[in-house]
């Protein structure tokens, strides 16, 4: 379809765009009674709308602007919800919850009680696998196939998933085993050359690379001089350069491991695409189909910055595009500079350890932007590696780099960092080899939801043997602990969590602290029902707890360290106090809290004892501060839940 058949948007839709096509479409059977030659329109209604709906909460952005033709297509030729769609990551997938009865309640996404970021079970038939995670897709879908061969049911399975996403090993797991065993499935590669940082190892590149490259490039022109005065000679190679590309071009990469592979196509014709899909659909065996589209298609600001548009924060109620006119008027006065935010103590601290030891080594799954390690790739581009998003493999090459004498550092997030257990404990621990985890986004992360909470680290780190764990009550604490952690030889850790903390002053000098030594911070006194109440809490929740300490008259311990605990500020505390409390910002199970329990009781100490922390289940989304008061974890709850434990205690 040619371009002028779209509409080229330069800014987001403050009020609710017109859309007469969308507004027909409740659910995929209403889009398939539209002719062929509608779907254009209804690609420009959609991609409207969902500018102006992520402009009204926040959200991803430029992956859902991308797919808007394709998933248009998909609903139009597959009869979903029976035929199934499997949606890799879930960052595209806002067109399809908007397509599938979900369009009133898009103002509601991301929010507390409202819809997922995410393609979630429970909250949709169209939603066949919960996703959240990269490069699933592909092991869901086969799944799935297997299970409609094994039940006799003639059901299409396509699964979608972004060259981002199709870095990982889980994928090509899947389709090698998907070749293996001949199933009737359909994998899209949604190729827009970009995940949420520049895609390192992407199809787009890596052909481009070989056969630019100088040493290639030298070989073919001296080859050639040589070879061109033997003329039969000559001809065989050139024939065997074009087998010799065609060998590492990605139709024979596919069709080597087992695929029928068609394209690339272009991703934004829907009639090329309906017309493909209606082709592939009733093929049998494995079928590879490789789309080309562009993230943030058709918004211009998103098209030149896909990085920044990758997600945004809500427009403000007063927010106005800027205009040429308004640059040249007087700038208001400038406002206070905004609190660090966790991630930019740590991307600062490690350019300042990089200056002073040239062992340092920064490593990422793909998270630059998001752990802030833009300044430290500029300045040090030979100590930074991105790896793709392939977390295990970041863990064991700091492992292998470790085992000669440089010093790691893996910037990860929490919940990411589960993928990476098996090789945290086996080939880092296990040799006690000197990586430092820094690990983000711990706790309750908020709009994204469980998929991506960081509730379990502590729980999964603290029964690993030799570990080291650390969680910082705020800025200041994160810089040096970092820098604890960083002179600790051996595995470390420093959980911190998403956004700004209390906002103390960071001092620039770096000192160690005493490993495994606590903070202690208030002495309390008896209160009204001449109970003594000591709270001991970990990171984020010292903030909160000592605002309930202070009110009370409770005494406050910062403990620091997770592991190895201050056995003698535990022990001292329960000969002072009638009822210690311990508080943290993950799962209560197995966690920090656990441990001091665990040593009062090998002590043959018996004492009272409150855990606080997340509960038992799986948190949804919602802001923070909504989430952390639903747990009990702000001040209110954590004073509730004391007071309604002395009354036990009577």
């Known amino acids: 379809m040619p ?14 765009p017109t859309t007469p096509l969308l507004d027909q479409i409740d659910l995929p059977e209403d889009l398939r009674k539209l002719d062929i030659n509608q ?28 797919v808007v033709e394709l998933t248009v297509a998909l609903h139009y030729a597959f009869n979903t919800p029976d035929d199934r769609l499997i949606w890799d990551v879930g960052h ?5 919850k908007i397509l599938t009865g979900r369009r009133e309640q898009m103002h509601t996404i991301r929010q507390y009680d409202g819809i997922a970021a995410f393609p979630k079970r429970s909250e ?26 094994e039940q006799g049911l003639n059901r299409h399975v396509a699964a979608i998933i972004g060259d981002g996403a199709m870095t990982a090993g889980m994928a090509f797991e899947a389709l090698t085993h998907a070749a293996h065993v001949d199933a009737n499935m359909l994998v899209i590669l949604n190729d827009n050359e970009m995940s949420i940082s520049e895609n390192v190892g992407g199809f787009a590149t890596y052909l481009a690379k070989i056969l630019s490259s100088k040493a290639y490039t030298r070989m073919r022109e001296g080859s050639k001089k040589v070879l061109s005065k033997l003329p039969m000679a000559w001809e065989l190679a050139r024939k065997t350069e074009e087998h010799m590309k065609g060998m590492v071009s990605p139709s024979t990469l596919f069709e080597e491991m087992g695929f029928h592979y068609i394209g690339p196509i272009d991703g934004h014709d829907v009639h090329s695409l309906v017309n493909t899909l209606n082709n592939i659909k009733d093929l049998s065996g494995p079928q590879f189909l490789h789309v080309i589209t562009r993230k943030g298609k058709r918004f211009a600001p998103a098209e030149a910055d896909p990085i920044g548009y990758h997600a945004i924060t809500k427009l403000e109620k007063d927010h106005k595009p800027e205009t040429k006119a308004e640059e040249t008027e ?29 062992r340092l080594m920064g490593i990422t799954p793909a998270m630059r932007e998001g752990s802030d390690l833009i300044e430290f790739s500029k300045q040090y581009p030979e100590r930074y590696f991105d ?20 010093k790691p550092v893996v910037a990860i997030y929490s919940t990411f960092l589960q993928r990476g257990y098996d090789q945290l404990v086996h080939d880092v621990a296990v040799q006690n080899l000197d990586v430092l985890f820094a690990i983000d986004r711990a706790g309750l992360v908020g709009e994204d939801g469980p998929t991506h909470h960081g509730t379990l680290d502590l729980s999964f780190l603290r029964c690993v043997p030799g570990m080291v764990i650390m969680a910082p009550a705020d800025e200041n604490e994160t810089r040096q602990m970092l820098y604890t952690g960083y002179q600790y ?26 490993i495994g ?34 009110k009370n008259g409770y005494g406050l311990i910062n403990m620091r360290f997770v592991k190895p605990l201050d056995q003698n500020a535990i022990l001292d505390a329960a000969k002072e106090y009638d009822l210690l409390v311990t508080i943290e910002e993950n799962a209560i199970s197995g966690g920090a809290g656990s441990s001091i329990t665990e040593l009062l009781m090998q002590e043959a100490v018996i004492k009272p004892v409150l855990n606080l922390g997340l509960p038992d289940r799986w948190v949804d989304q919602g802001s923070p501060a909504q989430l952390l008061s639903e747990c009990g974890l702000d001040a209110e709850g954590i004073e509730a839940s004391i007071q309604a434990y002395l009354a036990k205690l009577g």
Not at 40 to 61: A, D, I, K, M
Not at 92 to 96: E, G, L, N, S
């Open 3 to 16: 371009m002028s058949d779209y509409t080229l948007f330069q800014e987001i839709p403050l009020t609710r």
């Open 39 to 66: 779907l254009p329109q209804l690609s420009n209604e959609l991609r409207e709308f969902l500018l102006y709906s992520v402009g009204q909460t926040g959200g991803h952005f430029g992956a859902g602007l991308g």
């Open 92 to 96: 595209q997938a806002y067109p399809h």
């Open 124 to 149: 949709s038939e169209f939603d066949t696998f919960g996703v959240g995670h990269s490069s699933t897709s592909i092991s869901a879908a086969l799944g799935m196939a297997v299970a409609a061969r």
């Open 330 to 358: 007087t700038k208001p006065a400038s406002k206070p500079a905004p609190k660090p935010k966790y991630s930019n103590i740590f991307g600062q601290w490690l350019c300042d350890m990089a200056s002073q030891d040239e």
């Open 387 to 406: 790896v793709a998003i392939a977390e295990q493999h970041a863990v064991t090459l700091a492992a292998g780099m470790a085992c000669d004498g440089l």
């Open 489 to 514: 030889e051996g595995p470390a850790a420093v959980r911190y969590p998403r956004g700004t903390g209390p906002g103390v002053e960071i001092q620039q000098q770096m000192t160690a602290l005493p």
């Open 517 to 550: 030594k606590a903070e202690k911070r208030l002495s309390g006194t008896a209160n009204d029902q001449s109970k003594k109440v000591a709270i001991l809490a970990f990171g984020s929740m010292v903030a909160p707890a000592q605002q309930v300490a202070e």
